[in-house]
């Protein structure tokens, strides 16, 4: 199964179902998804940009890195 990739254009309330530690990813880019227990609604870009974020480019790659499977054993 092809995971759905990660955009701009993915809503917060998706992108934390998709990449479990998404929250502490983007924490580390001053971008907080989480408030209250609960998602941001809005999109990537739409959180990025509220926070003078310009370039998602870094952002998506260290999402995508997180949401692959663990390889430690």
């Not at 809503?11 to 989480?34: F, K, N």
């Not at 809005?42 to 509220?50: E, H, I, K, V, Y």
């Amino acid at each position: 199964m092809t995971a759905t990739p990660i955009s701009g254009d993915t809503a917060v309330e998706d992108l934390v179902r998709m990449v479990p530690r998404a929250p502490a990813v983007l924490r580390a880019w001053g971008l907080v998804c989480i408030q209250c227990g609960e998602p941001v609604w809005g999109t990537l870009a739409a959180l990025a940009a509220a926070r003078g974020v310009a370039d998602l480019g870094p952002i998506i790659a260290a999402l995508e890195q997180a949401r692959e499977p663990s390889t430690d054993a």
